[in-house]
């Protein structure tokens, strides 16, 4: 739906490679406004094209995502004519990968097991990429800072956000890439986190049922690959 844009104050959170991130007010609730700018480098027919087509993905798989029971950002309004989302601001939260270096910093300071505490959380995750994936919806970029955890975060209410890579796709391939972006982003931002990706894996598979054999078979293929291309340089 386009149409005039509400001219509330905004307040820029962060920008990427392909969107600026506001927090605002949109019929005065508190909304995070993602807005996809141009790129001057592509011709702007294409550009437009491109970039109206990401917006509707996104739009797209985060409302599968809620149709499905998976929580995302409740979406309020889409700006065609800006290439904006008004989308829910999930306040007082913090992003996975925050409360896992967080619990394994404190877990130190006590000597206490460093991982346990966070083994719920793994099954959490793996089960929700399992019913993600049952429903055909790659995510494109899965890293913990792409998750939000609600307040109190023990109570586990895990949010999935930023889908601007997201698509519909059944193939095992596919979903096998998804897992393989997630591994090397959660051991690359959580080193010597090994065993706990491997619960959230075992997570996954035991939600997934069948599927999700032949979805883990080819993430272990794209693993090989990856150490081919690794070698190679």
Do not use: W
């Not at 956000?161 to 519909?168: R, V």
């Not at 990706?197 to 999700?212: E, I, M, P, R």
């Amino acid at each position: 739906m386009a149409t005039d844009e509400p001219c509330n104050p905004r307040q820029l959170l962060k920008q990427g490679a392909e969107a600026r991130v506001y927090v605002s007010e949109f019929l005065g609730r508190p909304v995070i406004i993602k807005e996809r700018f141009k790129k001057s480098y592509r011709h702007p027919q294409l550009d437009k094209c491109l970039t109206s087509q990401r917006v509707k993905s996104e739009v797209r798989s985060m409302m599968r995502c809620r149709l499905n029971g998976i929580n995302t950002p409740a979406l309020y309004f889409v700006d065609q004519e800006s290439n904006s989302i008004y989308m829910e601001y999930i306040q007082n939260s913090t992003t996975v990968r925050d409360y896992i270096t967080n619990t394994i910093q404190q877990q130190k300071q006590t000597g206490a097991e460093q991982q346990a505490p966070l083994e719920p959380l793994a099954k959490k995750i793996g089960a929700t990429l399992a019913q993600m994936h049952d429903k055909n919806i790659i995510h494109g970029d899965l890293t913990t800072s792409n998750m939000l955890l609600k307040n109190p975060p023990e109570k586990l209410q895990l949010v999935m956000i930023d889908f601007g890579l997201g698509y519909n796709e059944n193939l095992a391939e596919d979903k096998g890439v998804d897992l393989y972006v997630l591994e090397r982003a959660f051991l690359s931002s959580h080193p010597n986190t090994e065993q706990l990706f491997a619960v959230l894996l075992d997570s996954y598979k035991q939600t997934a049922g069948k599927g999700g054999v032949e979805v883990l078979k080819k993430l272990d293929e794209v693993r090989q690959r990856g150490r081919k291309r690794t070698m190679v340089g």
